[in-house]
């Protein structure tokens, strides 16, 4: 039997061994933690000074200062390649604790036109090493470029229809994540800058009770099913009984914006509760909505220029 005397060095022997383990464990996680932590995070003058990739231009360009230009013999720019210092931001986008950098780049070929890119590097040893990049289009307005728990959050104003290349106005919202070495966008919301104007009635004309007339509008984008209409008879610049097309069943089937222009046929002085009478001050109000995320949004409004009259 094992009295105390035999058992002590045998407990002493196992508290060393499993103590020590313990702490040379211990000791290799902390160092490990303390590795990661304290390893060389990227800064913008590295940003500024590193090798990026178009796939749109099909090139890669070495940045000196945040700048590259190539030029033809004769002195022309063949192509000029910038990175924003402002948008520019660092965050950890692929979970591995190590901040990654993601920066929006100016690309021209040399004619009018600059495209914008969404690049990221990763950190490679302390040193940006690129991953890939997001065609964001010719002209594109960044308004911000944010990162959050590992999305990436871009603020952008991109061309409507109607826009002129210098002055987009459609304001998107967009969302990417890095898996792998792609850009996946994962949302994407857009509010249409558009305008409505109302052809008939506009001013001084005399409908008729109880007879059909159409009402007619155009929009300055042609996006059928974008957009519905919702029309109102105003009496004295107020709604009297709401709107003209009846129940929402009714106006949420109203084409907003269609090619062939917006139009509704209506029996004159009917509305939504009720009917109204003969008079002279009656204008009509078109509001257009766009459909966004399944919600409806008020993107454009008008009203005739000028009173007509409802006659009996």
């Not at 192509?79 to 931001?89: H, M, R």
């Not at 929009?219 to 957009?227: E, G, Q, R, T, Y």
Request: hydrophobic content about 40%; charged content about 20%; overall charge negative.
């Amino acid at each position: 039997m094992l009295n105390l005397k035999t058992l002590l060095p045998l407990i002493v022997i196992t508290f060393i061994v499993v103590g020590g383990g313990f702490f040379v464990w211990q000791q290799g996680w902390l160092s490990g933690m303390l590795s990661l932590q304290t390893k060389k995070q990227l800064d913008i003058e590295q940003i500024k000074n590193t090798e990026i990739y178009s796939d749109n231009f099909k090139e890669r360009v070495a940045l000196v200062d945040g700048r590259y230009e190539r030029r033809y013999p004769e002195g022309a720019s063949e192509l000029y390649v910038s990175i924003d210092s402002e948008k520019t931001i660092f965050g950890d986008l692929d979970n591995d604790g190590i901040n990654e950098a993601a920066s929006i780049a100016y690309w021209s070929g040399g004619g009018s036109g600059t495209w914008r890119e969404l690049v990221i590097l990763k950190n490679k040893d302390g040193y940006p090493i690129f991953v890939t990049s997001k065609d964001l289009g010719g002209g594109t307005i960044i308004n911000s470029l944010t990162v959050d728990s590992g999305v990436i959050t871009l603020d952008m104003n991109i061309h409507g229809p109607e826009d002129a290349m210098c002055c987009p106005t459609l304001k998107k919202v967009a969302q990417y994540k890095l898996v792998g070495t792609e850009l996946v966008e994962t949302k994407e919301t857009s509010t249409p800058s558009i305008t409505v104007t109302i052809l008939s009635p506009n001013g001084e004309e005399v409908l008729e009770l109880g007879k059909t007339y159409q009402i007619n509008w155009s929009c300055s984008d042609v996006l059928a099913a974008s957009f519905i209409a919702r029309i109102y008879l105003l009496l004295n610049e107020q709604i009297p009984h709401g709107t003209i097309d009846g129940t929402p069943e009714a106006y949420n089937k109203i084409a907003g914006c269609p090619i062939e222009g917006g139009k509704l046929l209506w029996k004159v002085g009917e509305v939504e509760r009720g009917t109204v009478s003969s008079g002279n001050r009656y204008r009509i109000k078109v509001d257009i909505f766009a459909v966004i995320d399944g919600k409806e949004q008020l993107v454009a409004s008008d009203i005739s220029d000028g009173y007509f009259s409802i006659a009996e």
